[in-house]
């Protein structure tokens, strides 16, 4: 549920490699809670998750600890 939530509202980034990273960045987490109803509020943890993909392939899902800056 979480990665169908992640490629239906998460941010979209391009890397400097031919890759895309999708994750909840604030406007995501906002679009999240508004179609959830607050549901996933007790797992906001959980919203900090991301993907990798090249092309219509994942390359790899993880958790974030740092922010994704924007260069």
């Not at 990665?3 to 999708?22: N, P, T």
């Not at 999240?32 to 899902?61: C, F, M, P, R, W």
Request: proline share 0%.
């Amino acid at each position: 549920m979480l990665l169908d939530l992640l490629w239906r509202y998460g941010a979209r980034k391009y890397d400097k490699h031919g890759a895309e990273i999708v994750y909840f960045d604030s406007r995501a987490r906002k679009r999240v809670h508004a179609y959830t109803g607050g549901a996933l509020a007790k797992l906001s943890e959980q919203l900090n998750s991301y993907a990798i993909l090249e092309g219509d392939t994942v390359v790899t899902v993880g958790h974030r600890y740092k922010n994704i800056r924007n260069a």
